[in-house]
């Protein structure tokens, strides 16, 4: 969000997408947003887009991060330590990336 705060400044400041880029890599190194990203902003600004949060999306939203499943993870990696992953997600019969998820975003 601040680095698309900040797309939105220089965009108004009259900057080209490129001198933006350039800027936000000075400032952020390798956690700056993609060049791609950066012209994908302006040309929303451009047409009069000018909010800088992400548009609604259709689609269905995550089921398997679910408070159940969240503390059934917890559970079982308190149990055992030695679980995988992939063991994880089979016992729960939830994709891997889930359980990637719970993991390192929710526990």
Avoid: W
């Avoid at 220089?10 to 950066?38: I, N, P, R, W």
């Avoid at 902003?41 to 689609?59: N, T």
């Amino acid at each position: 969000m601040e680095q698309r705060v900040n797309i939105k400044f220089c965009f108004k400041l009259g900057k080209t997408a490129t001198e933006t880029q350039e800027m936000l890599v000075k400032v952020y190194g390798v956690d700056a947003v993609s060049k791609k990203c950066v012209f994908e902003r302006f040309k929303r600004f451009r047409d009069g887009k000018e909010d800088v949060k992400d548009e609604p999306r259709s689609g269905r939203p995550p089921t398997s991060t679910t408070p159940d499943n969240i503390e059934r993870v917890r559970r079982m990696l308190a149990d055992d330590r030695r679980l995988s992953l992939r063991m994880v997600a089979e016992e729960l019969k939830i994709s891997l990336d889930s359980v990637s998820n719970i993991i390192h975003e929710r526990l």
